[in-house]
């Protein structure tokens, strides 16, 4: 085995992460993309007409969800596409080391930060609590009693206290 066939593995391995890396990237951005339309329609869609307190928390809740995965995710699509100019500040280096000492370049690599890592979880975990929760509120919203219905139901209680009062207050015969 020959330095060319080392050299033609490492040329291979760098196309294989640069795509890779470019995928990761596409992948971010259409999820990203999606996650902050979907905060926007559902911020703009809401309507204030729920009296449940218990009802406003799950949206609030919900939203604040996607909120910060959308959040998340453009932290890690930031960090992806830094990857290749921290790749080249590190390979620019070992080129100018390699020069000074007169010997070959090392080979090198740049890995993702942990917090790349970690905001990746994260944000499919955010992202998937908070769709989740927006079903659970779009239930919930589904089966709330409107503000008529409501004034009914309310018109019947007091229509039947009043039968029993005065059912109460008829004399005995």
Same mark, same amino acid.
């Given at each position: 085995?020959?330095?060319?066939?080392?050299?033609? $593995?490492?040329? $291979?391995?760098?196309?294989?992460?640069?795509?890779?890396?470019?995928?990761?990237?596409?992948?971010?951005?259409?999820?990203?993309?999606v996650?902050?339309?979907?905060?926007?329609?559902?911020?703009?869609l809401h309507?204030?007409?729920?009296e449940?307190l218990?009802?406003?928390? &799950?949206?609030? &809740?919900?939203t604040?969800?996607l909120?910060l995965?959308?959040?998340s995710?453009a932290?890690?699509?930031?960090?992806?596409?830094?990857?290749?100019e921290?790749?080249?500040?590190v390979l620019r280096?070992?080129?100018q080391?390699?020069i000074?000492?007169?010997?070959e370049?090392?080979? &090198?690599?740049?890995?993702?930060?942990?917090r790349?890592l970690?905001?990746?979880?994260?944000?499919?975990?955010?992202l998937?609590?908070?769709?989740?929760?927006?079903?659970?509120?779009?239930?919930?919203?589904?089966?709330q009693?409107?503000?008529?219905e409501k004034?009914?139901?309310?018109? #019947?209680?007091?229509i039947?206290? #009043?039968t029993?009062?005065?059912?109460n207050?008829a004399p005995?015969?």
């Amino acid at each position: 085995m020959t330095n060319e066939y080392y050299k033609e $593995q490492i040329r $291979q391995l760098t196309e294989v992460m640069e795509k890779s890396t470019e995928k990761k990237i596409s992948f971010f951005q259409h999820l990203l993309l999606v996650s902050a339309s979907i905060v926007g329609i559902v911020i703009s869609l809401h309507t204030t007409n729920s009296e449940s307190l218990y009802i406003r928390w &799950v949206f609030l &809740v919900s939203t604040t969800l996607l909120s910060l995965g959308a959040l998340s995710l453009a932290v890690v699509l930031y960090d992806f596409s830094r990857i290749q100019e921290t790749l080249c500040q590190v390979l620019r280096t070992e080129i100018q080391d390699a020069i000074k000492t007169d010997r070959e370049c090392k080979i &090198v690599s740049v890995d993702n930060k942990k917090r790349t890592l970690f905001l990746e979880k994260t944000s499919y975990i955010l992202l998937t609590l908070g769709f989740v929760l927006q079903i659970t509120y779009t239930g919930l919203m589904a089966f709330q009693p409107t503000k008529a219905e409501k004034k009914i139901e309310r018109k #019947e209680f007091i229509i039947k206290h #009043e039968t029993k009062t005065i059912d109460n207050q008829a004399p005995n015969r």
